[in-house]
């Protein structure tokens, strides 16, 4: 099993698109995949696959209302542990089990975290519980600095940083270079994944990019990652092929 963090300093950069993604396309190679949402207070991973988010949930384990098995969904290949929704099921949770959640959850050959963004308490534990870490950045100077922040820790806590994810990419003038991005982070960027407008579309029908439209530079970068993080050899489709993919899946 191993069990891969996926977080970045600042909201806004994409992390959860790429949880709920990365996940299924690890999946599409034959990974036993589980995705957890460790963001407690802003909980919405389960937007991104078409997961019911009512009881029980993440929050009804950490409340110790429900067992994790109980809260454990199916979706497009993986399984899921959402976090609810409503702002009243944060009353009685207890981020403190957090910890003790995500060790017992090993029976997997992938374990996809969620963490919140910034450096607080469930940050810290989704870390520390972490073999491997990815950085969600965008390019610009504050979520880099804030993903600096975050690579260092990560170090204090032993979690190897396998390097950093560059989403929302334009190309466009003022944004940060990939060399720049590596220098700052003293680490590789992975991946560089393109603004893509179905990105949107995709939340919006409960289904992940690399299903709802595979065809596109957003979701083959996505896919490539996921080959490249498992040792899989990466095809990419041909243009035009995942559009007839994504019509016949939904006549099914």
């Not at 989704?126 to 990815?134: D, F, H, I």
């Amino acid at each position: 099993m191993v069990s891969l963090v996926i977080c970045s300093g600042k909201g806004g950069t994409g992390k959860t698109t790429l949880s709920a993604n990365l996940a299924v396309a690890m999946a599409q190679y034959g990974r036993d995949v589980l995705v957890v949402d460790a963001d407690i207070e802003m909980a919405n991973l389960c937007f991104h696959l078409g997961v019911d988010g009512s009881s029980p949930t993440l929050h009804d384990v950490l409340a110790g209302k429900a067992d994790v098995t109980e809260a454990l969904r199916e979706a497009h290949g993986v399984k899921v542990l959402p976090g609810a929704i409503s702002l009243t099921a944060l009353k009685h949770t207890d981020p403190e089990r957090l910890e003790e959640v995500l060790r017992v959850l090993d029976a997997h050959d992938v374990i996809v975290i969620d963490a919140p963004a910034g450096l607080g308490r469930p940050v810290l534990t989704a870390l520390s519980v972490s073999e491997a870490a990815l950085l969600v950045v965008n390019p610009e100077i504050p979520s880099i600095s804030d993903a600096l922040k975050t690579r260092v820790v990560a170090g204090k806590l032993g979690t190897s940083v396998l390097g950093a994810v560059l989403t929302r990419w334009r190309g466009a003038p003022e944004e940060i270079p990939v060399r720049d991005v590596e220098t700052v982070l003293e680490t590789k960027v992975l991946a560089t994944i393109p603004e893509d407008a179905n990105v949107r579309a995709a939340c919006s029908f409960g289904v992940p990019l690399v299903l709802y439209k595979p065809d596109s530079p957003a979701a083959q970068a996505v896919k490539k990652l996921a080959a490249d993080l498992l040792g899989e050899e990466y095809r990419p489709l041909k243009i035009g092929l995942g559009r007839r993919l994504k019509n016949l899946l939904f006549r099914l």
